[in-house]
């Protein structure tokens, strides 16, 4: 084989672990994404079990801002246990009259929000899901009506 020929195929060979490692990871920096803003209401005023939505719609990559506010007289629970093992969290935030009153970290199985209150969990979804379940944990909430469905594409 000339020289050249040799040169040609070294310089392919070399430049294919580069190729092959660069499409297994995501273009631009995932940390400067700007958050997608859900809004998700445990009950209503009126306290009817319900979330509001009861189905929500997530795609992996993107960071979101998810709202989780309560609205009855009473305590509920944000529990959704395939949305927690198909998502990385960056945080979880405690809001208190329209001020951070705490911040949470790690894992996050589920979120109580006591009436009036608010918590934002921001995330990006890493895996896809299909209609995971979306219930509040309280004994009797569920079966009055208080589950829903999580889907991430």
């Given at each position: 084989m000339p020289m050249k020929n040799k040169t040609c195929v070294t310089g392919l060979l070399l430049s294919l672990p580069l190729t092959l490692t660069s499409s297994l990871y995501a273009a631009g920096d995932m940390t400067a994404q700007r958050p997608i803003v859900v809004d998700v209401y445990l009950s209503n005023k009126t306290n009817k079990l319900q979330f509001y939505p009861s189905t929500l719609n997530f795609e992996t990559g993107k960071l979101y801002q998810l709202n989780i506010s309560n609205r009855s007289t009473q305590k509920h629970y944000f529990t959704a246990e395939?949305?927690?093992r198909s998502v990385f969290t960056r945080k979880v935030e405690v809001i208190n009259n329209d001020t951070t009153v705490a911040e949470v970290k790690g894992y996050i199985n589920e979120i109580e929000v006591y009436p009036g209150g608010t918590?934002?969990?921001?995330?990006?979804?890493?895996?896809?899901?299909h209609a995971s379940r979306l219930h509040c944990s309280i004994k009797g909430h569920a079966a009055a009506g208080m589950t829903g469905s999580i889907s991430i594409k």
């Amino acid at each position: 084989m000339p020289m050249k020929n040799k040169t040609c195929v070294t310089g392919l060979l070399l430049s294919l672990p580069l190729t092959l490692t660069s499409s297994l990871y995501a273009a631009g920096d995932m940390t400067a994404q700007r958050p997608i803003v859900v809004d998700v209401y445990l009950s209503n005023k009126t306290n009817k079990l319900q979330f509001y939505p009861s189905t929500l719609n997530f795609e992996t990559g993107k960071l979101y801002q998810l709202n989780i506010s309560n609205r009855s007289t009473q305590k509920h629970y944000f529990t959704a246990e395939g949305l927690s093992r198909s998502v990385f969290t960056r945080k979880v935030e405690v809001i208190n009259n329209d001020t951070t009153v705490a911040e949470v970290k790690g894992y996050i199985n589920e979120i109580e929000v006591y009436p009036g209150g608010t918590a934002q969990w921001w995330f990006v979804p890493v895996k896809t899901l299909h209609a995971s379940r979306l219930h509040c944990s309280i004994k009797g909430h569920a079966a009055a009506g208080m589950t829903g469905s999580i889907s991430i594409k």
